[in-house]
């Protein structure tokens, strides 16, 4: 390794930073983003929330793994480990009022050079997705895309402050309810076999579509 005497060591911009240097070197960062950087996030947060720019924290981790390659040789792969954790003011679809939601997301991607590996990389792991890394890399557009991604389906409270009388008065016959819904879930709940739903985020997030600017 040489030394470069001009860049101090650990910092990172992370708006524009070589990502599969990062990797290489199994360099860590961490910071903070606030909501009112993330125009999209943005967009979810009620005008009426009491804090519209809440803060995420997040930590960056690079790392190598071997891996074997197409001529039969190992080879160091690059990887990039996001974790973010925080909480944005999302609108309850149930009483239609403000509720602090919170974020904890935790994942790890294989880099790779070009939306076209991207697209031929197998997808046979659920636990890794694939992204186009970068020299001039933009970690903030990653968060804000992981944390878009965590959006509940429903955003709402566990309990809402005020219930509906219509929404109280429709719990009837609670007992059936929960019989065939148990029975429901054991019959859903193969295990072992691939979500075919998380091949297909990930399929959409190396796609072509994944990284538009
Ligand atoms: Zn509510």
Redesign the pocket.
Known sequence: MTEHPGKPAGAVNPRDFDVFEFARSGRQAAGAVRVSQLPRMLNEVPEEAPDRDTAFTWQAEGSTQPEMQDDGTEGQQPYLRLAVHGSAWLE?Q??L?P?EQAFDVDAIYRLVATEEEAEEFPLDDDEVDVIVGSRQFDLVDLIEEELLLSLPLVP??DV??QVHESLVSGVGSAEDVEETGEEQGEADGEPGKPNPFAALEALKRGGPGGQKH
Request: with cysteine; net charge positive.
């Open positions: 309850c149930r009483c009022a509720y709402k409270h809402c402050p």
